[in-house]
Each structure stands twice: as C-alpha cells, then as structure tokens.
C-alpha cells in the first residue's frame, strides 16, 4: 500500500479526471505536499478528504470552493480599497 498518491494516482484511485484533482488541490480541499518536483497526497488525507466529503458530488464541491475562493478574494478587496482611503 503506497503511503502518499501523485495527484494523477489520485484521479485514478478517486475515479475521476486529473483536472478535477488539480482544481480540488488548487482551491485547497485536497492537501498536497511538494516533494523534489512533484506533489503528492499523504494516505490520510486522501481518506480525510473521503470522509469530510462523503455523500456530496465532486462538482458541488468544486463549485462550493470556487464560490468561497471567489467571496475570499472580493472581501480582500475591499479590505485593501478601505486601507488605501484610510
């Protein structure tokens, strides 16, 4: 049993496309740990992400975590658009 998956590995042990995997990774709902050249996925936190987020559908999530992305960076924004009249 490998102790850590490529993101690659990931998709196919999850079923699903690279891209999926790589968006999940990007929008921080899968942990990812770079060693040399290449990301990698600890056991545990590919079963974390399993369990956090059984019963939900892949594109529900990705959906969800672009949406806080998206409100996270608007937020930002105004953060730094109130320091700059300040």
Do not use: C, H, W
Request: hydrophobic share 40%; proline share 1%; net charge positive.
């Amino acid at each position: 049993m490998a102790m850590v998956y490529t993101l690659p590995e990931l998709a196919v042990e999850y079923k699903t496309s690279k891209d999926k995997i790589y968006i999940l990774e990007e929008l921080g709902e899968i942990k990812s740990i770079m060693f040399s050249s290449q990301k990698v996925v600890s056991i545990f936190e590919a079963e974390r992400f399993l369990k956090e987020n059984g019963g939900r559908n892949f594109d529900q999530i990705i959906k969800e975590a672009k949406k806080r992305k998206k409100l996270e960076k608007m937020n930002q924004n105004v953060i730094s658009m109130r320091e700059a009249q300040a």
